[in-house]
C-alpha cells in the first residue's frame, strides 16, 4: 500500500531538482533567493560569542579559571 502524501512529495521534490538539472549548488542558490524574496527572519548560527564579547556585553566581570592554592 502506497502513501500517497509521501508519494506527492517526491514528486514535488524531483519536479524542482529537475529544473536545475539535479544540480544542488543551484537548487541551494535558488533557495537562497526565494528566502530573502520572503522577507522571513532568518536564524544563523554560523558565528559563536567568545566568552569575554559575552562579558562585555553584559558588562559582567570575567570570573577567574585558576584554581585556588
Known amino acids: 500500500m502506497r ?11 524531483d ?7 539535479y544540480d544542488l549548488h543551484q ?9 530573502e ?3 522571513a527572519k532568518v536564524v544563523t548560527f554560523s558565528t559563536k560569542s567568545t566568552r569575554s564579547e559575552l562579558t562585555e556585553q553584559t558588562g ?5 579559571t585558576t584554581a585556588l592554592p
Open 27 to 35: 537548487m541551494c542558490l535558488d533557495l537562497r533567493h526565494e528566502q
Open 60 to 64: 559582567q566581570r570575567e570570573a577567574s
Open 3 to 13: 502513501d500517497t502524501i509521501i508519494q506527492e512529495i517526491r514528486n514535488t521534490r
Open 15 to 21: 519536479e524542482y531538482a529537475r529544473q536545475f538539472n
Open 37 to 39: 524574496l520572503s522577507g
